[in-house]
C-alpha cells in the first residue's frame, strides 16, 4: 500500500534520477545541447500538454478516456488501518520504482544518442502530469479528510486497482 501522493511524487524523483544518470553519458557523446529556439517551444509545448492530459485525468469520470475521478470517488474504506497502513517514510519508499527508472533510464539514452542531447528531455512529458494529479489529490485528500492510498489489501479483495481511503489520524505516530 501506497499513498496516491507519494506514487505521484516518487514517479517525479524517479525521471529526474533517470535523466540524471543519463546525462553526462548523452551529454558526453553528442556535446551539449544549443538553446534552439523551436526545440524549446516544442519541449514547452509537450510540457503544456502533458499538464493539459493529467488535468484532464483528474476531471473526466470516463475510464475509457483515462479518467480516474470516479476511482477517487469511489474509494472504499480500510476495515483495519491501524494493521495495513505503513509509515509515511515507508510508503514513500515503496513508491519509488527502480524497474520505472531504468526503462526511462534506458530510453533517455537511446534516444539522446540517435536524436541528440535533446532526446533525454522526452523524459519530462511524466513531471507535469504527476504534479497536477498529485496536487490535486492533496487537495481532494484535504476536502474530504482522508488519505487516498493505492494497492492491494487481501483483507479487502476488491478487485485490482481499487482506492482505499483512511482517517489521516491513522497513519500518524503516537
Not at 520504482?97 to 511524466?126: E, K, Q, R, T
Not at 489489501?153 to 482506492?163: C, D, M, T
Request: aromatic share 10%.
Amino acid at each position: 500500500m501506497v499513498r496516491y501522493v507519494h506514487h505521484q511524487l516518487a514517479t517525479i524523483v524517479e525521471v529526474g534520477v533517470a535523466m540524471a544518470v543519463t546525462a553526462p553519458v548523452v551529454f558526453g557523446v553528442r556535446g551539449l545541447p544549443h538553446a534552439e529556439s523551436g526545440k524549446v517551444v516544442s519541449l514547452l509545448a509537450v510540457l503544456g500538454a502533458s499538464a493539459l492530459f493529467g488535468l484532464m485525468a483528474i476531471s473526466i469520470r470516463s475510464h475509457r478516456l483515462g479518467g480516474e475521478k470516479r476511482d477517487f470517488e469511489s474509494a472504499v474504506a480500510l476495515t483495519d488501518p491501524e494493521t495495513i497502513l505503513p509509515d509515511p517514510r515507508e510508503s514513500m519508499r515503496r513508491s519509488f520504482d527502480g524497474s520505472f527508472v531504468a526503462f526511462v533510464a534506458l530510453s533517455c539514452l537511446v534516444f539522446g544518442l540517435l536524436w541528440g542531447p535533446w532526446g533525454i528531455g522526452w523524459a519530462v512529458v511524466f513531471i507535469p502530469e504527476r504534479i497536477v494529479k498529485g496536487v490535486y489529490v492533496s487537495f481532494w485528500e484535504r476536502r474530504h479528510g482522508v488519505l487516498l492510498w493505492r494497492g492491494r489489501v487481501e483483507e479487502q479483495p476488491l478487485g485490482k486497482g481499487q482506492f482505499l481511503y483512511s482517517s489521516p489520524r491513522n497513519t500518524m505516530p503516537g
